[in-house]
């Protein structure tokens, strides 16, 4: 080469092309990194992954389990998994360290229910052996996962998390672009020549000039700078400083994210199910009382059937029984939702509601249902069937809905109690002092001209007739709406009797229900017929100068038994 410094900046230039190529390529971190729980861990019937070992919003993050039976994988919120877990023996992923993952054990009791099949998670999948889930959140807040076998034998701990590794490379593309400027520049010096002394005359002349200058002082001394020395010096500057950068993983143990606290519950509230888990509720509640209604059967609605629907409905079994004239309960419908009312919070019990109308109903049917405890599945209380010209109100504000305690009605024209008991009072006594309580509507309408009716009847001159309706406060439920007020749901015992007025009266049964139901014609001593009467009701907000509206009703003849 005819330039003595091509060499060393070509030699540079290809080093720090193989190094950024390097990077590229067999430096090249891992794309995944897999760290798993420690094989020395503990065990309980229960192992939880919690929020903090996810990062943000990945929606990359596989979960591997390995178990020797079968097991259950669960999704929930992050309290609402903390909740089911409650006291139980459980073992907690709480992080991602670089070489396993941080766990932390807790004691507690040695067996719990088997979780499958609970409404409380989001999702879940069951598997014999070996399963991977991908973590993806199903909606805002912290989601955590639960993992156990049948509830008393240990849960699986042969847990791995595989999440997106820190594959950056920042310094590959500089290093290969510095790398080939310098074998560029090297192979341009290559054809470079060096700079020679000039045989100019002139030149000489100076020259001259200069050694005869010097005999007469000192003399002096010659200098070329290379203008590429500097630039040579930077290379290798790059090449020594850069040449040990290939990226790898590098994580710290993250801590555990305070999931369920009390402080991240009050900074945001979320809806107690999605509406995805609603659907799958309504489904299986749907299917429960088909079931039950086509045997007539009872017993068969205790997994999803209680309080009030489940009262009217086991009355109906029974009536229809003995009296094939009773007409079958309104079937329910789980599908379409028409809209639902899902509140917030993490106490239970917890109330939802969802307006549905399927092609077997008339009238769209609010089915009011109810989870007790965490660890209980929703059951349905009541099924009401909308009034004609009624509207449902708007579902709730923007921070969402929220259970109301039944006795407080302080934002209220009435409490939910006081509002039950007040229709109760005015279907028994309809010029009392609730007359004006209510906006006119067809179930107090139908109600109160029946009774009127029967006691106006010239037939019914020897009987003392009387017609009580009384709240039943274990089934009261209110929950908030948009505009401040409330939708409470109520259920009434109705007693209808009636009571020869002297020696030789008679009641006359031949020819009605209650002469299946007894067995007799006539009876002197009275009769006494139940009916149950589920209400729906909207109790405006304290203030409002609307009065409070029935919605919905349905009513079941109970029982009709002589005295």
Do not use: C
């Not at 998670?121 to 889930?133: V, Y």
């Amino acid at each position: 080469m005819r330039f003595p410094l091509a060499a060393p900046v070509m030699a540079i230039g290809a080093l720090l092309v193989l190094l950024g190529i390097g990077q590229l390529t067999w430096w090249a971190p891992p794309e995944t990194v897999t760290v798993s729980v420690p094989a020395d861990a503990q065990s309980g019937p229960v192992t939880v992954i919690d929020a903090g070992a996810k990062e943000g919003d990945a929606e990359d993050i596989d979960i591997t389990v390995q178990s020797e039976g079968t097991f259950t994988l669960a999704v929930g919120r992050a309290s609402d998994v903390d909740a089911w877990v409650a006291d139980a023996a459980h073992l907690t992923v709480t992080g991602i360290g670089e070489e396993e993952l941080a766990t932390e054990f807790t004691e507690g009791e040695e067996t719990v229910p088997n979780p499958s099949g609970a409404d409380l998670w989001t999702s879940e999948e069951t598997a014999d052996g070996s399963l991977t889930h991908r973590w993806l959140d199903p909606g805002e807040g912290e989601w955590s996962i639960l993992i156990a076998a049948d509830g008393e034998t240990p849960a699986p701990t042969a847990v791995s998390i595989t999440s997106p590794n820190d594959t950056a490379t920042p310094w590959a593309v500089p290093l290969i672009i510095v790398g080939a400027l310098l074998l560029v520049l090297g192979v341009a010096l290559g054809f470079t020549k060096p700079r020679r002394p000039s045989r100019d005359p002139a030149a000489a002349g100076t020259r001259a000039r200069a050694r005869n200058e010097g005999r007469r002082g000192p003399r002096g001394s010659s200098f070329t700078a290379h203008p590429v020395r500097p630039l040579a010096a930077l290379g290798l500057t790059v090449a020594l400083g850069l040449s040990g950068t290939a990226a790898g993983h590098a994580t710290g143990t993250k801590p555990a994210a305070p999931s369920g606290s009390a402080e991240a519950e009050s900074a945001e509230q979320h809806p107690v199910i999605l509406e995805t888990q609603l659907e799958r509720i309504l489904a299986s509640v749907a299917t429960t009382v088909a079931e039950a209604d086509a045997a007539a059967d009872a017993t068969l609605l205790e997994s999803r059937v209680a309080g009030a629907a489940a009262s009217l409905r086991t009355a109906n079994y029974s009536v229809r029984s003995q009296a094939d004239e009773v007409a079958a309960p309104t079937p329910v419908a789980a599908d379409p939702v028409l809209t639902s009312m899902i509140p917030t919070g993490s106490e239970w019990p917890r109330t939802v509601v969802a307006l549905t109308q399927g092609e077997s109903n008339p009238v769209p049917q609010a089915l009011v249902l109810v989870q007790d405890d965490p660890r209980s599945n929703y059951r349905l209380t009541s099924s009401i069937q909308m009034l004609p010209g009624t509207t449902f109100p708007t579902a709730g504000t923007p921070e969402g809905l929220q259970m109301l305690p039944v006795d407080g009605g302080e934002e209220l024209v009435a409490s939910p109690e006081d509002a039950v008991a007040a229709i109760a009072d005015y279907l028994t006594r309809p010029e009392g002092r609730n007359a004006a309580t209510f906006e006119p509507n067809s179930f107090a309408d139908a109600i109160t001209s029946f009774q009127s009716d029967v006691v106006a009847d010239a037939g019914n001159d020897s009987a003392d007739i009387t017609f009580t309706h009384k709240p039943v406060p274990e089934h009261t439920r209110a929950i908030s709406t948009g505009d401040g007020g409330a939708m409470v749901f109520g259920y009434l015992d109705h007693t209808y009797s009636s009571v020869p007025e002297g020696p030789g009266d008679s009641i006359a049964l031949e020819g009605t229900v209650y002469e299946t139901l007894t067995g007799e014609e006539s009876t002197e001593e009275g009769i006494d017929v139940r009916y149950g009467e589920a209400v729906m009701m909207y109790v405006p907000a304290a203030g409002s100068d609307q009065k409070i509206t029935v919605i919905g009703a349905a009513q079941q003849l109970l029982s009709a038994e002589l005295r």
